[in-house]
């Protein structure tokens, strides 16, 4: 449909980029405020002045609404939102999750859509518990392909249409979804159905759900993780290729007396300092923002403040090359998060397919670091080193007489000629003292080496403390000890 998508930068899956919708545009990795009309403890106009350049509302609210639908049909959402940035509105499939049931039919919901003025519209898609079996969340994905094509058909191929992928948790129907989005055409494809894994902290099968999506939809598409809230959260699903997010979380929290951190949330009556250089944070102390008369309010505030600042450190990170660092640091806040990126991780074989070629560093951060893409490319890479008869590879760059190459040893990629000794990976890379699991990736590199090279007899020089990983991990491979 009638959106244009342009990738800036790029690192694993994780784009900076700019989303064109109409004449406006939206800086990607992006955060849409969920605004309900009957409670705005943040106005529009305050989050325009936060740079938040799109919100997104639920049209059945309008639809629904004593006080606001007329309102909405005469004066349009933007004028009655005070907001001149992208306004995207979802159907009421949030309602029919929640309830089971909603008032207003496929065709009804987009009429009001565009009548109103939404500038992303969304059908009225099924979504499908993750507690669904097969059969069901096969035949409410069928439900939701047929209501996107009468959406297209009714609304027309230069409406601004979303596409929301379902299939509940079955990572064949995810996939199934998301290339019949494609192949319609949709370009803004939004994963939905995905809160309550979130909200049980099912990262792993969130991981399993988004990736599969990810390979049926196109590399073209701009993916919208529907309800994604939280921003401990948003360097991994970013990671993974969601491009923008919806999130009421910054609301919901602060009514409930929770107060946001990318590590977590706390109540904030348990606090007693307030660790955020925000506007509230540094006019309040921790008491005076629990007794305050406002309290919601500057919840709110302070929520959206941190939410929309882990946005900007993920474009950041993505334009300097180092989003597995940050994602590695946030998953580090939850355990379950933890489980989510060791999935992710075994993924690396495909995400290496979109991740830069070159970026500023390497920083070891523990054995997970050693499934990074870029390990993984290194791996590939050995293949096209040109090589002697016999090759000595050495753990402490002890050359040794009788050997055409030379090459160093540094974990985790392995094998290093001289001359790449200055290049990325290996060249910007920063590892602790050495560890098993570093170094057995190192012995996976040697093993690439061997296998690639049947010519060449490749020898280990190692010390006696690495001796018997070493044999272990590479039977078929010479080894002397270099106990000097």
Same mark, same amino acid.
């Given at each position: ?250 609301? %919901?929290?602060?009514?409930? #007396? $929770? +107060? ?5 949330? =706390?109540?904030? &009556? ?100 050693? %499934?990074?893409?870029?390990? #993984? $490319? +290194? ?5 096209? =080193?040109?090589? &002697? ?96």
């Amino acid at each position: 449909m009638s959106f244009g998508f342009e990738v800036i930068h790029k690192d694993i899956a994780g784009r900076v980029g700019k989303l064109k919708v109409g004449e406006k545009v939206i800086r990607t990795p992006a955060l849409l405020p969920v605004i309900n009309p009957h409670l705005q403890l943040v106005t529009p106009r305050e989050m325009a002045d936060l740079g938040v350049e799109a919100l997104i509302t639920n049209a059945y609210i309008f639809y629904r609404s004593a006080q606001y639908r007329e309102r909405a049909l005469a004066e349009g959402l933007h004028k009655l939102l005070d907001f001149d940035g992208v306004i995207m509105t979802d159907s009421g499939s949030f309602q029919l999750s929640v309830y089971g049931d909603v008032e207003v039919s496929n065709t009804d919901t987009l009429s009001f859509q565009k009548a109103i003025g939404s500038e992303i519209i969304v059908p009225l898609d099924i979504p499908t518990s993750p507690a669904a079996d097969y059969e069901t969340a096969k035949h409410e994905l069928a439900v939701t392909l047929e209501r996107l094509d009468e959406a297209r058909e009714f609304m027309g191929e230069d409406c601004q249409l979303a596409a929301p992928v379902q299939g509940g948790i079955y990572t064949d129907l995810r996939e199934e979804a998301g290339a019949a989005v494609s192949e319609r055409g949709f370009t803004f494809c939004p994963i939905g159905a995905v809160v309550p894994l979130m909200e049980s902290y099912r990262y792993q099968d969130l991981v399993r759900v988004v990736m599969a999506a990810k390979k049926g939809l196109s590399p073209a598409a701009c993916i919208h993780l529907f309800g994604a809230g939280h921003p401990a959260m948003f360097a991994l699903a970013v990671a993974m290729g969601c491009d923008l997010f919806d999130s009421a979380a910054y609301a %919901l929290y602060a009514k409930e #007396g $929770r +107060y946001m951190t990318v590590h977590g949330s =706390f109540k904030i &009556g348990e606090l007693a300092e307030l660790p955020c250089a925000c506007s509230v944070c540094r006019s309040h102390t921790a008491e005076e923002l629990n007794k305050a008369p406002d309290r919601e309010r500057l919840l709110a505030l302070h929520n959206l403040y941190v939410t929309l600042a882990e946005i900007s450190r993920i474009r950041q990170a993505i334009q300097d090359g180092t989003l597995w660092e940050l994602v590695d640091e946030r998953c580090r806040g939850h355990p379950r998060l933890l489980s989510g990126y060791r999935e992710l991780l075994t993924y690396s074989d495909e995400l290496e397919l979109s991740d830069r070629v070159s970026k500023r560093r390497f920083f070891y951060r523990g054995s997970e670091s050693c %499934l990074r893409t870029e390990v #993984g $490319r +290194y791996h590939e890479m050995v293949s096209r =080193f040109t090589l &002697g008869g016999a090759v000595l590879v050495s753990f402490d760059g002890t050359e040794i007489p009788g050997y055409d190459d030379c090459l160093l040893f540094r974990p985790p990629f392995g094998p290093l000629p001289q001359g790449l000794s200055e290049t990325f990976p290996v060249g910007q890379h920063e590892v602790p003292d050495w560890d098993d699991e570093m170094v057995l990736r190192g012995c996976e590199g040697i093993a690439a080496l061997q296998e690639s090279h049947p010519d060449s007899t490749i020898t280990v020089l190692c010390t006696r403390e690495w001796e018997p990983l070493v044999r272990a991990a590479l039977p078929d491979v010479g080894v002397i000890l270099n106990d000097l």
